[in-house]
């Protein structure tokens, strides 16, 4: 039946919730495609952030139920190959569209029609309102890159709906 | 891989969610084992009802997605069976374990191991805590029947943990 969206439900339901108790929504978003860091008001911006870390502590717990060899990745790329595909199944049912890297750290996660913005209408005019639909997945991939041992940075960019480019940045350690 | 989890992590970090912005947590829940009732202070109610509303609108969007045929249904009692065993299905992967009903408009919906109660140690001493684990749920069944036509109250109770009751009144009309 329906339990592939319920996901989505209490998703598109927590970002509404968290706007709805937003203590300054100001005049509304300015910035354009950024995830993170878009939502000019500081209440906007702690929103995005209790989203992130949201997503943060259910990708750190997804993570621990990997199974346990996938814990013995050795190189950065399988395990971001192992978020764009068995992740984004288990969280999206599909995987990543596309995955290139830098080969110094960077990691550019392409989802061609993400899931999460699919209710909005495609086009140019809600560009604006994305970033709040992309802060908690870029939280999810934070916390099970986290579990996996690998400190990042994740944000998230959208040029055209319903494409979304996740950037994973990993500091050399 | 964890899919059929991610719901209830995501249901834990809402409810934790919640409770930290919590205007005014209190010195602790008084109540007993009421769900809707439970919650001493102001911050924890509107906590409850913000939970109960999220769940409603989360039923009533699943409500949606239901195969045209069960919206055919005409007895009150095969729609409570419904929601025992599809919707159940659909978002906890069990199906309720018993329904009991005056025949007077109010059902008793039972859940031996409740997933979302499942986490929480059992025994006495987490008893109080149980109400905010339930409130989601309580909206749930809500939006579902209000979906299908039924206006409804609907509370639920915890007498030994992970057992739960759903007490669904449908006033006559």
Request: with cysteine; glycine share 8%.
């Amino acid at each position: 039946m329906a339990d592939t969206v319920l996901f989505e439900f209490l998703h598109t339901e927590m970002v509404a919730e968290l706007w709805a108790h937003d203590p300054d929504p100001g005049p509304g978003v300015s910035a354009g495609s950024r995830g993170e860091e878009a939502g000019s008001t500081t209440g906007q911006k702690m929103s995005l952030s209790v989203l992130e870390g949201m997503g943060f502590r259910v990708g750190q717990a997804l993570g621990e139920r990997l199974p346990r060899e996938t814990l013995a990745f050795r190189e950065e790329l399988d395990v971001l190959k192992f978020l764009c595909k068995d992740l984004w199944v288990a969280v999206f049912q599909k995987q990543m569209d596309s995955l290139r890297t830098n080969h110094q750290g960077t990691y550019v996660l392409q989802d061609n029609s993400f899931p999460l913005l699919l209710p909005m209408a495609s086009g140019l005019q809600y560009l604006e309102e994305a970033p709040k639909f992309l802060a908690f997945t870029c939280g999810l991939l934070r916390g099970a890159l986290c579990t996996l041992g690998i400190e990042s940075v994740v944000t998230a960019s959208v040029a055209a709906l319903p494409v979304c480019k996740f950037q994973v940045v990993i500091p050399k350690s």
